[in-house]
């Protein structure tokens, strides 16, 4: 897969610009956002955690039903349930979405938040637990009859799941953190490594260092880039960046009446939101169109730089992070439904043709 494109799929209709309306579990909403973002021509949707979400097995099990082929990417924290038993609703969930599941590794990078659910270790431990964790998942996915486990953290004898993923005893595994501690548990374990939406310099720089941390593990040239963005589209530059600025007016308004917003504290903890802030502080324009009004507006909190322009213009964006080794662009806006229909019509197609077109001129040139 040269190109791939995920969503973001939610039970609740919400955004920064959008405050909570409707049952936090509204069952025909998500099934509107999955079946949209599979018409738009979407590889996944994330399904995301927080020690206050929604159930996320749930809630991937339900995409799964109301859709054909769309991909579901699971956000999971390890230490909540044991590894062995992860390792297993993950292949029992691989099997009833028919080898459409992907799990995002997220370690935590806020103390309070990880203590909303009682986990207490520091941020470097976390880490280690994260870096056994997922040696066991992927033992019990592959071993080939009962093993024994006895790690600093866990311990079990005998375990043999009886069930396996769908596709060579293996889920596809993307990953989250910034850290020096999360980027050794990257080099190691990621399929995927995911960042968010930095300067086109940033992003090289983490590249380079995640892939010299995977060469420790001979897996340099095996591990793949996703990239986080929020694109804003209009018919012309002057458009979208009036579309900008209306989309900052309103998010700065509801973010004032969002409970959730107004608990957060006021600096983050994780090292990848603070890099997002040193972005936004370069101004509220970086590399000619990442927009950072959103991420200064909310302390960089999630996925929260945007691309703005018209679609050519995000399209060319886009291939130039692709350039220096992005293959995966997680993408979301602001209206959940409408903006990722746009996407799929003005967006998508844009970018694969012109992805495809570079790589059969590189094949050319190499013939």
Do not use: C
């Amino acid at each position: 897969m040269s190109i791939e494109f995920i969503g973001f799929s939610a039970t609740q209709e919400t955004s920064e610009t959008v405050l909570p309306q409707g049952p936090v579990v509204n069952k025909a909403f998500l099934g509107a956002v999955a079946r949209a973002h599979e018409y738009a021509g979407f590889d996944r949707v994330l399904v995301a955690h927080s020690s206050a979400s929604v159930d996320g097995f749930q809630v991937a099990s339900y995409i799964a039903s109301q859709t054909d082929k769309l991909g579901i990417l699971l956000a999971h924290r390890p230490g909540f349930v044991a590894p062995t038993l992860a390792a297993r609703q993950f292949a029992t969930l691989d099997h009833f979405s028919d080898g459409r599941l992907a799990v995002h590794i997220i370690s935590g990078g806020d103390d309070t938040e990880q203590q909303r659910d009682g986990d207490f270790l520091d941020h470097d431990q976390r880490y280690q637990r994260t870096d056994e964790y997922l040696d066991v998942v992927k033992k019990t996915w592959t071993s080939e009859g009962p093993f024994d486990h006895d790690g600093p953290l866990y311990h079990f004898k005998g375990q043999n799941a009886g069930v396996r993923p769908v596709r060579d005893q293996h889920i596809p595994t993307y990953f989250g953190g910034s850290s020096d501690a999360a980027i050794e548990v990257a080099g190691k374990h990621a399929d995927v490594y995911a960042l968010w939406g930095e300067s086109l310099a940033q992003v090289a720089d983490t590249i380079a260092r995640v892939r010299t941390a995977a060469a420790k593990h001979g897996r340099a040239d095996k591990i793949r880039f996703s990239l986080s963005l929020r694109p804003v589209l209009a018919e012309t530059e002057e458009k979208a960046w009036a579309k900008a600025d209306a989309i900052l007016a309103t998010a700065t308004e509801r973010v004032k009446q969002n409970v959730h917003f107004s608990k957060r504290p006021t600096e983050p903890q994780n090292v990848g939101a603070k890099r997002l802030l040193e972005t936004a502080a370069q101004g509220k324009v970086v590399d000619e169109r990442l927009w950072t009004g959103i991420a200064a507006l909310t302390k960089a909190s999630g996925n929260s730089t945007g691309l703005v322009g018209t679609p050519e213009q995000v399209r060319d964006a886009l291939v130039k992070y692709w350039e220096i080794g992005v293959t995966t662009f997680l993408i979301r806006g602001f209206d959940p439904i409408q903006d990722a229909l746009q996407y799929g019509r003005e967006l998508i197609p844009l970018v694969r043709a012109a992805i495809a077109e570079r790589e059969a001129q590189d094949k050319r040139l190499a013939a």
